[in-house]
């Protein structure tokens, strides 16, 4: 029996790997670590979480709860982890990212067709089924190999991680419970500055030192992940309307909107952790202890992990992947994961899941398929198949991504957020119908060679 050979541990790597063998394909799943460690990971655990522990919202009628729900339909095991290891965070959906990775090791590990292989693939298979999912963060051999491959050079952008800090460190006679708008309940500390205050610590962050770039390295921020001290150099308010947005929330101690807030969100079930919320950045560690102690509420911080920045690896998925992931030129070869250019946990998982669910199809002798259009899916495999090549950037899922509603569709719809879940609804609804029909298909056919 052949195997289908899954590269990487991660998010998608994980997810790839349970939806081929729940299909019956016999999986062999690579993962370096602990052989071989990344600059950004602590463990030896599969679908480590490595920045922030929020999967982003989950309110209905958002793009974000749209990919999620498709997921939690079809059965992914992430979003059953997620659901599993979820801490509070108000609409978003935040993991305690220890107990997550655990749980995703233990199902993989007790999966009997999954063979968790604990070495560094360097080489991409010629003839077997295989599914590259190593992540934004993959070896130098690894990434040499599937530039070779693509027949171009690997592109890549600057990620960056956010400072973590220990619960029992934090002023809660300063800092104080609540989510904006009430959304959630309390389940954010926020830490109110003053404009005298802001004005102190803005200054100190655009002066303060930063861990410098290799020298032959271009730097190129994801936009959607600024470090905070690159945004805070476009102008004294951008951080104001940005991560220390304080709208929406109340300071108990005056009865008034602060003039800026820093929000921190619970990191673990236990809550003896929170991450300071949007503040990733590449200061030098010193630097950020003496930065960060200038918010009030922090003065006395103990940092449990520091931020810091890395370069994360993607291809230019339109030159080379056709909307079923599979490269094109090349048709028993899929990418999976943010290296094919999405970004964010969810929309990685979601290639994963579409990834996994066609390579088991390959081996069964079934076509590969393409998800809805109109589905949060869908629109990912679109986008990263079909994307102006020359222009190519990391996505997350947003409704602009999504198949638009019809005239008739609009009709009688007079808010954003009406035309938002409606689409929402049309898409889950068309999910659904493609699922049963792929089961119906799957059902039918011959078990895997």
């Known amino acids: 029996m052949n195997e289908i050979i899954v590269i990487g541990g991660g998010l998608a790597g994980a997810e790839a790997a349970w939806q081929a063998a729940e299909r019956g394909a016999r999986v062999r799943l690579y993962e370096m670590r602990p052989v071989r460690q990344t600059p950004a990971h602590r463990t030896d655990k599969l679908a480590e979480i490595v920045c922030s522990n929020s999967l982003k919202s989950d309110e209905p009628g958002t793009a974000p709860f749209l990919l999620k729900e498709e997921l939690r339909r079809a059965g992914s095991l992430i979003m059953e982890a997620a659901a599993a290891t979820r801490v509070p965070a108000g609409a978003a959906l935040a993991v305690d990212r220890h107990a997550f990775a655990d749980y995703v090791t233990q199902k993989i590990s007790a999966h009997p067709r999954i063979a968790l292989v604990r070495e560094e693939a360097t080489r991409i298979p010629e003839h077997e089924i295989t599914i590259v999912a190593a992540g934004p963060l993959c070896s130098d051999a690894l990434a040499t190999e599937i530039a070779r491959l693509t027949g171009q050079d690997h592109l890549y952008f600057y990620d960056a991680i956010a400072p973590i800090v220990a619960a029992d460190s934090i002023d809660m006679s300063i800092a104080f419970r609540a989510a904006r708008y009430g959304k959630g309940g309390d389940d ?140 094109r030129a090349r048709p028993q070869l899929f990418f999976a994961g943010q290296i094919t250019g999405v970004e964010g946990y969810v929309e990685s998982v979601a290639m994963g899941w579409l990834a996994g669910v066609n390579a088991a199809r390959l081996s069964r002798g079934l076509e590969p398929v393409t998800a809805p259009a109109r589905t949060a899916i869908g629109a990912l495999a679109r986008y990263v198949s079909s994307a102006d090549a020359n222009n190519y950037q990391p996505i997350n899922i947003t409704f602009a991504l999504l198949e638009p509603l019809s005239r008739e569709e609009r009709r009688g719809l007079r808010t954003k957020r009406e035309r938002h879940m409606r689409q929402v609804e049309l898409a889950l609804r068309a999910w659904e119908e493609w699922l049963g029909t792929l089961e119906k298909v799957e059902k039918r056919a011959a078990p895997i060679a």
Request: charged residues 25%; aromatic residues 10%; hydrophobic residues 40%.
């Open 188 to 327: 954010y500390l926020n830490c109110p500055l003053n404009e005298e205050e802001y004005e102190r610590f803005y200054q100190a962050l655009i002066t303060a030192k930063s861990v410098p770039l290799h020298r032959f390295e271009e730097t190129r921020w994801f936009e959607a992940c600024l470090p905070i001290e690159e945004l805070a150099r476009r102008g004294r308010d951008t951080l104001r309307f940005g991560p220390m947005k304080p709208v929406g929330l109340i300071d108990p101690r005056t009865g008034r909107e602060p003039f800026a807030v820093v929000q921190l969100r619970q990191e673990s079930v236990l809550a003896d952790a929170y991450n300071i919320v949007g503040f990733q950045n590449h200061l030098r560690y010193g630097e950020q202890a003496r930065v960060l102690r200038l918010i009030p509420g922090l003065e006395r911080a103990e940092f449990l992990q520091f931020g810091q920045i890395h370069r994360n690896t993607y291809i230019c998925a339109p030159r080379v992947l056709a909307p079923t992931l599979q490269v």
